[in-house]
């Protein structure tokens, strides 16, 4: 590269262009989280996510202009990671974004100023492209800018028209491309040739929105869109052959080399590619867990795992054995921790989680190991592909890994039988490719043109005059609704809660002239408040004035709930640990459920001291100060935000001084003491490092406790002992049960020896050996075991299989054979583990005593005549 562009950091990259931008009026805005407030998408897969509903029009901008350097999340093209130099799962995108403000001819020219004067570009190193009908842009570059003819290249819709939908917002883009290779000249350009060329910035023109049809329409706000990726800025101006030679990532690679005990520069190609995934998803899986997502087996939770696993299958693949995810991880912290401060923050949530995903995967992987073991067994001639890819997809073992223990058995794997079901799973996930949905959906956004945004008075009011804008039944406009009917309503002010924030609907009605509508809940759909209801008595109509009034009991008490979810939140931090934090929360009339990231149960004395913690807030009677402030200031005074949350410039914060500030938009009690009380029900785990409590406060503390003492009462009349003296009751009943069980199951035991003693006369010869195969009704397992052993002792040298059905849908097996049995090549517990499968289950043990289970007694029949024909075949 000629000296004239300049050797920048990846930070200095992102601070550069950020800079530039807010130099030409653009508020520079944080990164959103990777869990986007768009439930339609699992990740923040783009810059321009966030500002989704801007671009529709949902939502107007307090600004026309912004820019961004936005984390993003994609795994659509996972398995090019490490093989090509530029994919990636995380990578950041440097954006500037225009809302109805300046359009083409500015953001080219300030995307060239940029590339040329600021990164030092050399002009003759760059070629565009632009949407082949896309005569303006072309016309700009060529007389605006002065790019020669021969470095623009129209290129076709699959290119250069952006869509990310089969309809909604779209429009042409201007691609800038860097020239590795000018020296080869400008005849036939060929941008695909990665070899050469590499995009680094994308300038989408948001003109037009697309029907079901495929027809364009102008939009009425033209919209910039540009996206420059940080990573391919870096590697051209550090000057290093792939993205992952770069300082945002290559330290992350060498900390993983140095573990592995190899040296990147001098390693082979495989080891190469380790060692980049390693450091891509290692960046990935940080940002990630630091925004709050945990491992799991759905969603973003299961995106997490699968990166997670794949890091650790690489290391061990480099020559890693123990837990290293951790350690590494270190570096990717410092890395990010100047541009995005959470990591640090959230530094030991990162570390715990990916510790205990790794530990769990090393014993997958051992699961992997012992399969493949059993395949190899078998003595096949050749590892199948249906076999090699079960490893790899269910287990996680790797093909390479799978190849290396099958050579030293001097075996080959059916690379192409693996590559056709590696095929089908990549055509399932296309079918299920993540795309940005920017489709206008809902009953509503037909009529958005003539709907105002609803006015919400509930703060203040809990009954207030409102008109009804629309009418929906059945989803679809109507002009009125007769009594009976389920609707739907739109109004234009409403002193109804709408669902948000984890706290569900207000409940009330509708009233006017001889009309009642029961409203059961309500929902918030963009700025518009959804009632949904029952007219009970006239008929509705659209554009009719009404009076809407809330339950006030309903409202109470979800404000106590409400509240003491914000104490509760408070307890746990200055009792358990201050790194919790909320990651998610219902709040019901009834009860409420608040979700925390914690790596371990809670102990009975922590959950004593929480509830005691909250209940002593409460009789303390701190008074609600609440006030609408900027968003910079409610964090500087402390107040407590859900990460991941979108939030305004000019926020809602709810202060109980000394105990709880939050930010928040629920209603709330102006007083913790009218709360009246809190009471923790249960604690448990809904997911890798996530706990769950569920509690009830105020009004919902009685009706539980109400529950509970009728439940009291009829056990103390039941067992006429006192309340108090119950458990012990309980426990002695228990005792008594458990040991009449051991008499039964002894009796039982007696029974099924005496039974089986009238099987010595069925025993039937087959060479040297006796076998017995029989059913023996209503057997538990352990005397199963003692009747097998005993005719086995009777027998001497042979065989005993017995089978029973001690209740509906179980099946027992067992399995007993003599020492010259198993030195005919018969092991009890291979042998009674594939009768097992005939009714449904499995199981094994010793070569000479096996039991296994099943579930279907109806094949119990077959699984023992499969036996006998078995053991016939092997000792005759």
Request: include cysteine; glycine fraction near 8%.
């Amino acid at each position: 590269m000629p000296p004239t562009a300049q050797s920048l950091t990846g930070s200095q990259i992102r601070q550069k262009f950020l800079d530039f931008f807010a130099e030409r009026g653009h508020k520079v805005l944080p990164s959103a989280s990777l869990v986007p407030e768009d439930p339609t998408v699992l990740l923040t897969i783009a810059g321009m996510l966030p500002f989704k509903p801007i671009f529709l029009g949902q939502r107007t901008s307090e600004f026309r202009r912004a820019t961004t350097s936005q984390k993003c999340v994609r795994t659509n093209d996972i398995e090019n990671v490490g093989r090509t130099a530029r994919h990636h799962t995380f990578f950041e995108m440097l954006g500037n974004f225009s809302f109805g403000d300046y359009f083409k001819e500015q953001a080219i020219a300030w995307g060239w100023e940029l590339s040329t004067q600021v990164f030092g570009l050399p002009p003759e190193r760059l070629v565009v492209s632009v949407f082949r009908e896309d005569d303006e842009a072309y016309s700009i570059w060529r007389d605006r800018i002065g790019v020669p003819e021969t470095r623009i290249k129209r290129m076709g819709e699959e290119d250069n028209f952006w869509a990310s939908g089969p309809t909604g917002p779209c429009g042409p883009c201007s691609e800038i491309y860097y020239d590795f290779h000018p020296e080869r000249g400008d005849q036939n350009i060929d941008l695909e040739d990665g070899s050469r060329f590499i995009e680094f910035y994308n300038l989408v023109f948001m003109q037009y929105n697309r029907d079901a049809t495929g027809n364009l329409t102008p939009l009425q706000n033209k919209n910039i869109d540009t996206g420059m990726g940080l990573e391919r800025m870096a590697q051209i101006l550090q000057r290093v052959p792939n993205n992952y030679e770069t300082d945002l990532i290559f330290p992350i690679i060498k900390t993983a080399a140095d573990i592995a005990g190899t040296d990147y520069a001098q390693s082979g190609e495989q080891t190469k590619i380790s060692l980049k995934v390693i450091g891509d998803h290692i960046r990935a899986v940080v940002h990630m867990i630091a925004d709050d997502i945990r491992a799991s087996n759905i969603g973003r939770g299961y995106v997490l795992r699968r990166l997670i696993r794949r890091v650790v299958r690489h290391g061990r693949l480099i020559g890693i054995s123990g837990l290293f995810t951790a350690q590494v991880a270190e570096t990717a912290i410092a890395l990010a921790e100047s541009a995005y401060p959470n990591v640090r923050n959230q530094e030991a949530a990162i570390k715990a989680e990916l510790e205990r995903e790794e530990t769990r995967f090393l014993k997958t992987l051992e699961r992997g190991e012992k399969l493949l073991a059993e395949i190899l067994a078998k003595k096949p001639e050749q590892i199948s592909g249906v076999d090699a890819f079960t490893l790899y997809d269910t287990y996680g073992f790797p093909l390479e890994l799978t190849q290396e223990i099958a050579a030293e058995g001097g075996l080959t794997v059916d690379v192409a039988g693996f590559d056709a079901e590696m095929k089908k799973q990549v055509e399932r996930a296309k079918e299920a490719h993540e795309t940005i949905d920017l489709t206008v959906q809902g009953s509503l956004d037909k009529l958005a043109e003539h709907i105002h945004s609803t006015e919400f008075v509930g703060y203040s009011e809990l009954s207030a005059g409102a008109r009804v804008e629309v009418l929906l039944l059945d989803g679809q406009p109507a002009e009125e609704a007769e009594a009976g009917t389920e609707i739907r309503a739109v109004l234009d002010r409403t002193p109804f809660y709408a669902e948000s924030g984890g706290q569900i609907g207000d409940r009330g009605y509708l009233s006017g002239d001889n009309l009642l509508v029961r409203i059961e809940d309500v929902k918030k759909e963009s700025d518009f408040f959804v009632h949904f209801g029952r007219v009970e008595r006239g008929v509705l109509r659209a554009g009719d004035t009404v009076t809407a009034v809330t339950d006030q009991s309903c409202r109470r008490r979800v404000q106590a709930n409400h509240t003491a979810t914000h104490l509760l939140q408070a307890a746990l931090k200055k009792i358990v640990s201050d790194s919790i934090s909320q990651a998610g929360s219902l709040v019901a009339f009834d009860r409420l459920r608040f979700d925390f990231n914690c790596p371990r149960p809670l102990t009975a004395l922590e959950l004593e001291q929480v509830e005691e913690q909250v209940n002593s807030w409460i009789a303390e009677g701190a008074s609600a100060q609440i006030a609408e402030m900027p968003l910079a200031e409610a964090k500087a005074k402390g107040a407590i935000a859900m990460f991941g949350e979108k939030y305004a410039d000019v926020v809602r914060v709810v202060d109980y001084p000394g105990v709880s500030m939050e930010l928040c938009g629920g209603t709330h009690v102006g007083n913790t003491a009218e709360i009246g009380a809190f009471k923790i029900i249960s604690e448990t785990g809904v997911a890798s490092g996530v706990r769950r409590i569920e509690a009830v406060a105020g009004p919902s503390v009685l009706d539980y406790l109400n529950v509970r003492d009728k439940v009291v009462r009829e056990l103390s009349d039941r067992f006429k002992v006192k309340p108090e003296e119950i458990p012990d009751r309980i426990a002695g009943l228990q005792a008594e049960l458990k040991a009449a069980q051991k008499q039964l199951e002894a009796v039982k035991a007696e029974l099924a020896v005496a039974k089986s003693d009238q099987l010595l006369a069925t025993a039937e010869p087959v060479g040297d050996f006796k076998i017995i195969v029989a059913q023996l009704e209503d057997v538990g397992a352990e005397a199963l075991k003692t009747a097998a052993e005993r005719l086995l002792q009777k027998l001497g040298s042979g065989a005993v299989v017995l089978g029973s059905v001690p209740e509906p849908e179980k099946v027992n097996f067992i399995a007993c054979f003599s020492p010259d049995v198993n030195k005919k090549g018969l092991q009890a517990g291979k042998f009674i583990g594939g009768i097992a499968k005939i009714c449904g289950g499995g199981g094994g043990g010793r070569p000479n005593m096996a039991q296994a289970g099943g579930r279907d007694p109806s094949k119990l029949k077959d699984a023992l005549e499969s036996a006998r024909t078995q053991l016939v075949e092997g000792l005759g």
